[in-house]
């Protein structure tokens, strides 16, 4: 038994102070720019740097090192692997000493703390049906001796895309009733066999990770990422990463592009890419906007449309009370770009969802429930849906929004999406939960946190175990493929979450949870949820949140734990823990460079292509193409300004939208068709080159790069 | 008298002998990177700094500083100008000292050198009917104490839009002959009045610069910008330019962005737009070309296409003969798209223009001489600007070939020209003469430089004299706007411009001549013809070479006395006095920042952002979308990707799209439309808001500010 695992039963107590201390100075420290935070390291820090030296003279475990060097010659060092379906490259091998310049018994103290994150994370990954690679769970299971077998992998489940002729809102096919009772139960739904079960306080068996061991795994993970070795380590594999992949480039670039031209039929072009991270209020671009509304009032301008101050009025009416009118609108006076105001101001942006400042139009344009049902929201959507079903290989994920503030969310939104039938193959729906309890709490619309996530989830489970008494509801979830939290990450609430938390229900106060407080019970309803819905055959629903896009490191943490993928991940820069971590379970992020450009990082500065070389799994999203895009293809925009400002090669632009169709809502059967049909394989096995243009070099490298990393921790922890 | 101009007379023979090392010493230098150039100023320079300090505490002349202060008060200071339509704003005033922290002495005489500098230029362009800005003719004129008048004004003369039923390509109103006959002379096209005259050797009275005056004001200039003072002057006013726009943009934006509100109908995306740089042979991007090539071969498979070893192959055969089938092909195999490869290397770069990389097949689809007549390339071009016409509020010039290896070369482009009806409202065309003189001489193809001129001028003076002659071509030149000078400068020819050069006729040698020889004799024919063309009422050319994209700086001084306006310019961040020199004369500088990277600089590192501040000239233009774009519309990502990365506001990008206007070729009609009726009168006087959406507050600030670094010399200069 190593020193490290000794060592943590003692202290679970002091790692749990450290872990608060931590936390907090972390959410203090964020609004004092570029001071070095805890879970950073420094390249040029000497007292790092003497430390190194130290270690390099006096070798403290010379015969351990010794035994794992000849272990690596077995394991790391064998003969190249022999695909059958992989071109001649050229490979980096490091030949020699691997534990890179730690000493030994740092080497075993990372290295237990990164097993433990790994089998952390692939715990709560199966707990809510998401996806955790199987290449990690394979190194995984022989750690522990184990043997993995394919049938304990979990997967979401996802609607297949509808066959012609069979109808996206049909409501025959809903399964039956199962006659359970669902109840809140401290934040988290749960399900009760009937009335009776209720009051005996005795729920199905559905396995759920509850807030204590959530707590205890998190601060675990805080002491982890701020621990000395396990930053030096974990910076020092990163370093390495990057190097190596620019060796690789190096060597292999013009074969990997060899590949590529040899393929036939399948370009950058005709790849499919998924545009993974876009809300739906601002999916099409200012012109649209523009032209719809122009068109609008020639089509509709004496309407009924709107109620002012109680009185109905028609659309000239309201224009004229705004005083102006839409022959005259430009896309300066719409003003909804994001322009240099906005940067480092997400308040500022905002406001930018308003046509021409008016919260009138956004109520009569961009919103669900209005005077006309969401009629002309519902028609923009649709053309931006035939847009991209013109552009033939590109699908969107559109996010509309939950917020927990009624009861009867739910049902107005999924009424709107079947009385307009909001349906395209291209589009694939998610939930955005805006993490603004405190606005409704001040106005008391909710009497507590506990409310707020009850009209989030409760009907949602209720459908779930009656799909007749909301059958319209029931027909939406089929369609909705995964929840987001969204909200401006650099406010923060100063609420540190543990175990003395106040419950849901006692959190009555006006101060909003903090963000880690929000993921854990979206988190926990949604795993629950799916626990449920796997049984009934249901589709189940991915957790991705917005995260790291601004605020504390944490942020990130509670996302390792919890989410499917996310959007965003800038912060990964600030941890090189996090980022390793990342990295090691291939934990997909959502980047919108151009998004970021206009509110909190500039283009050049974007991690993009330092995440990309490294191998963490990026795809390229537009997040708000009517506040940040000027074409009319915001996605093909997107891609063309990171390819020309990072100079990415094709393989770099394909292996992104391979990317993103993994990461996405896209069902099973859609994916097979897009990437081929052993797709859930993981590296060239897993890759057909004809249907993404990836070179398999490319996929090797990735492949062998990413088992190089993980066999560095198995070899340590491996008892002889 | 001032010292300067004392000075000067001595020492004519001195300067030229100055110059000559100067540029000898540049033009070695350009390999040497990063080392600091004789005309270029370094920030820290210590000695500089010391310099300066003791100009601040001795003062040399206080008397004369105290009167130029005064004049400054009465002249530069005036109460702010009433225009009336210019909304109030916040202007930068400097009250106080205003020679910038120079001696009086240095101050005199850098203001001469400017002024004569200045001179030079107004004399070259009135030669040649190009462009001069009408404030500094004034401020000229004022100086010299002459009277301004309008009517001196002279302007390059373009054929106007066809109107509705009217045929771009009749020939029934083409001019009759003049019976004159042309003959080279020394390089350059003269024409005499009937064959006696020629053996008398006594040509028309039109006036040209003649090669020796050119070199004298040659060297003046390459003295001028290599001098100190001036070096100095220059490079702390352009410093306060830049400080002064941030200062004005800090202080109008949000006044400048109202303006652009209140501006019914007009934004960015109706505002008109001319790509004012792309070549003909790629102006289609990768994807349209591959649709293309796959599209002529499903219709025309069978068809005879070209010839291969003297053999008629139909387009079948010899796709079998390239070992390809179009159907197999992808942008990746077709590989015109430069990529990380062609960074700093051109030779890769002009690879690129063979798709798949055969030549046959650049043949066949992108020339427009070949064994169909060139169908294909204007089918092509056809197509492109067919999406213009879509777009509508885009234009472009693009670049045809003459090489001047042939005397036909004329007659086949004019009569591919005419047989396809190449012509679109969208498309001002532009001639482009590549600098590969050497590659024809070795090939025996011409005996001497002299007849490379000849082949591409003669045909062009001949054509003016009789239209009949060669209608076809005297149709062509009417859609001709201009030429340029195309190559890789970096390449250089060691070659030095100097008197002692021999003539074209004597240029028999193997090697290429220099840049500036080149612009010496392109810009001499042109200005002769233009004389001849415009006193019969016919267009004129506009000279616009390429110009600073890489090689020495004294390019950038050549096309400062020769051109209408250049494309690229980046090296003027090498040289000050050029580069101030370029913003007095607002000299217009197409830039392609996403061609830049991927041929010579990164996009973070174009100087475009920082010349917009100080109020250079600057359009943008995408110079070869097949190689550099990714989307449909390269002129559109273009703009998105530098509004994008340069954060470019709404206002700045209706400026940069009226410069394009005003620089392009368009016709004095075509711009009254598209600027408003005044275009010709600068500053806001000149600005129609309604058709240009660029803010009466910028196009004051610019006039302004103008005028005030025009007023500094002219007070200098101003004898009491």
Chains 1, 2 share one sequence.
């Not at 715990?123 to 990690?136: D, E, G, N």
């Not at 449309?305 to 009025?313: D, Q, Y």
């Not at 006309?372 to 013109?390: M, R």
Request: charged share 25%; aromatic share 10%.
């Amino acid at each position: 038994m190593s020193q490290f695992v000794m060592q943590e039963k003692k202290s679970a107590e002091h790692m749990r102070a450290f872990a608060e201390k931590v936390f907090a100075s972390d959410a203090k420290d964020e609004d004092v720019r570029d001071e070095v935070s805890m879970f950073d390291v420094v390249d040029d820090c000497p007292i790092l740097n003497e430390e190194q030296s130290n270690h390099c003279h006096h070798d403290d475990n010379l015969e351990k090192r010794k035994k794992m060097m000849s272990r690596a010659r077995e394991s790391l060092m064998d003969d190249k692997p022999a695909y059958l379906s992989v071109p001649d490259f050229q490979r980096v091998a490091i030949i020699g000493d691997f534990a890179t310049g730690v000493t030994m018994d740092d080497f075993e103290l990372a290295c237990n703390g990164l097993h433990r994150a790994l089998t952390i994370r692939e715990k709560y990954m199966k707990l809510a049906i998401q996806r955790f690679p199987r290449t990690v769970s394979q190194i995984l299971a022989g750690i522990d001796g184990r043997t993995w077998k394919v049938e304990d992998e979990v997967h979401p489940v996802f609607t297949p895309p509808y066959k012609a002729g069979e109808d996206p809102f049909e409501t025959k096919t809903l399964p039956e009733n199962l006659n359970y009772v669902a109840r809140m139960r401290d934040g988290v739904v749960h399900v009760y066999k009937d009335a009776q079960a209720v009051d005996k306080n005795e729920p199905l068996d559905l396995p759920f990770v509850d807030f204590n061991t959530f707590i205890d795994d998190m601060n675990f993970l805080i002491s982890l990422i701020a621990q000395g070795p396990t930053k030096t380590y974990t910076h020092r594999r990163l370093k390495f990463l990057m190097s190596k992949f620019n060796v690789h480039e190096m060597l292999n670039e013009m074969e990997e592009l060899k590949e590529l031209k040899n393929n036939p039929h399948r370009d950058f072009y005709n790849s499919r890419k998924v545009d993974t991270h876009i809300h739906a209020a601002a999916c099409m671009n200012q012109k649209h906007l523009l032209r719809f509304i122009k068109k609008s009032y020639r089509e509709d301008a004496d309407r009924v449309v709107h109620k002012l101050n109680g009185k109905e009025v028609t659309m000239k009416e309201l224009f004229d009370y705004l005083k102006m009118h839409p022959y005259d609108l430009t896309v300066d006076s719409l003003d909804v770009h994001a322009g240099r105001q906005t940067f480092q101001r997400f308040d500022k942006f905002n406001a930018k969802y308003n046509p021409v400042g008016a919260s009138e139009l956004r109520d009569l344009y961009m919103k669900t429930e209005n005077h006309i049902d969401g009629e002309y929201f519902a028609t923009i959507i649709k053309e931006v849906a035939g847009d991209l079903e013109d552009a033939r290989y590109q699908y969107a994920e559109p996010r509309l929004s939950i917020y927990g503030c009624n009861a009867n969310e739910w049902t107005k939104l999924s009424g709107w999406f079947n009385k307009h039938r909001v349906h395209s193959s291209h589009l694939k729906w998610m939930i955005q939960v805006p993490r603004i309890y405190d606005i409704f709490r001040a106005k008391n619309f909710v009497p507590h946190f506990g409310k707020t996530l009850e009209n989030i989830f409760l009907p949602v489970i209720e459908a779930t175990i009656n799909p007749h008494t909301n059958p319209e509801l029931s027909i939406f979830l089929r369609h909705v493929t995964g929840f987001d939290s969204v909200d401006d990450e650099s406010k923060h609430s100063g609420h540190m979450f543990c175990t003395k938390s106040p419950k849901p229900d006692e959190w009555d106060i006006v101060k909003n949870p903090s963000y880690t407080y929000y993921i854990y019970y979206m988190y926990a309803n949604i795993a629950y949820i799916n626990q449920l819905r796997r049984q009934r055959g249901m589709n189940t629903f991915q957790f991705r949140p917005h995260c790291g896009e601004a605020g504390a490191v944490t942020h990130l943490l509670a996302c390792f734990m919890t989410a499917d993928n996310i959007s965003h991940g800038l912060n990964l820069k600030k941890s090189p823990a996090l980022q390793y971590l990342y990295f090691l379970t291939q934990l997909p992020i959502a980047m919108s460079p151009l998004s970021n450009n206009s509110l909190f990082l500039e283009y050049s500065k974007n991690p993009l292509l330092e995440f990309l070389k490294k191998g963490l799994v990026i795809s390229l999203s537009t997040d708000d193409p009517m506040q940040f895009h000027f074409t009319r293809e915001p996605l093909m925009e997107e891609y063309a300004i990171a390819a020309q400002v990072f100079k990415l090669s094709t393989c770099d632009m394909c292996e992104i939208a391979r990317n993103s169709v993994l990461m996405s809502g896209l069902s099973i059967e859609e994916k097979t068709h897009f990437l081929g049909e052993d797709f859930l394989k993981e590296g060239p096995a897993g890759n057909d080159i004809r249907k993404t243009n990836v070179a398999q070099i490319r996929m090797a490298y990735r492949y062998e790069t990413l088992t190089y990393e993980l066999n560095l921790i198995k070899n340590c922890l491996k008892t002889d």
